[in-house]
């Protein structure tokens, strides 16, 4: 890719970002969310392919062997997508950050559910726009991280190494790579100040508030519609389409947020969080007749 900056930077993929650290999400951590949202996903499909073979055997010939038989087969989807769930690692593994030092300007990484710490040079970087294609029953897509290619002498023999990075560009092709890669230049020339800010990143929820944080955004979003000039007026057309949102991706990421919950991403070594800022200060765990109290 290119070295030139004359595309605006703006921070897409980026997670958290101080005076002399970057960090990044990883395609990786993508990967782990939708094998567990296909979970959810899977239970969608069973319950509406059930209720279309109801009405295509017709309700008066339902019998009980038939709804038996029916019932039996149901979660054979979901547990497929339990197994390659588990068989993915996803269960031992978010996935991964990338972090990018201006003093060192070196790269840290770490693959998902692995230890080792891989140490790049920021100036022998190559950055390349990927390309992944998706072909599923929907149709097709693709993705296009930005990879960030460069070699950890550290290894023996010397290894090289592929980051990819960003967020992805499902509908806009590369854009979101070539935008990512601008920040991260303007960011080791400059530092952060005058760049876009990420997203603050949530608070620590409960279980049960994680779970439930989808279904309110997606409620927030459809008040957001509906209160828009002439957006009652649309509800006959917004509120089906809406109601298809929640189902293909509101309760996949429920059942993602449930299942995932104490599930860690890969872990860089301490003196890697020290030096890059990002040593987060833990709080006590308060505990009253074995009932934590959060503080």
Not at 83 to 99: C, D, E, P, Q
């Amino acid at each position: 890719m290119s070295s030139s900056i004359a595309i605006a930077p703006q921070p897409d993929g980026v997670r958290r970002v101080n005076e002399t650290c970057v960090e990044l999400e990883t395609y990786a951590n993508y990967v782990q969310r939708g094998a567990v949202g296909f979970i959810g996903m899977s239970v969608i499909i069973t319950v509406a392919t059930y209720i279309v073979a109801v009405f295509a055997l017709g309700i008066q010939n339902m019998t009980h062997e038939r709804v038996t038989a029916m019932l039996a087969m149901s979660p054979a989807l979901t547990v497929m997508a339990f197994i390659f769930y588990l068989a993915g690692g996803a269960n031992r593994s978010k996935g991964a950050f990338i972090r990018i030092h201006r003093g060192t300007r070196k790269l840290y990484f770490v693959y998902p559910r692995k230890k080792r710490l891989h140490v790049l040079d920021w100036d022998q970087l190559e950055a390349l726009a990927g390309y992944i294609p998706i072909i599923s029953a929907s149709g097709y897509a693709s993705r296009h991280p930005l990879y960030l290619i460069g070699v950890d002498y550290n290894m023996d023999p010397p290894t090289e190494i592929c980051a990819a990075c960003g967020n992805l560009g499902l509908f806009d092709g590369d854009r979101s790579a070539k935008t990512l890669w601008s920040y991260l230049q303007v960011f080791m020339t400059h530092g952060p100040e005058g760049l876009p800010e990420p997203a603050p990143l949530p608070p620590r929820r409960t279980r049960i508030e994680e779970t439930l944080q989808p279904y309110r955004d997606w409620y927030a979003g459809l008040r957001r519609r509906l209160a828009k000039p002439f957006g009652w007026l649309k509800a006959p057309i917004t509120l089906p389409l809406w109601l298809g949102w929640l189902f293909i991706n509101a309760f996949p990421d429920s059942v993602e947020a449930f299942i995932q919950y104490n599930v860690p991403y890969a872990q860089f070594p301490k003196e890697i969080d020290r030096l890059c800022g990002f040593d987060d200060k833990r709080t006590p765990v308060i505990r009253v007749n074995g009932e934590r109290i959060e503080p």
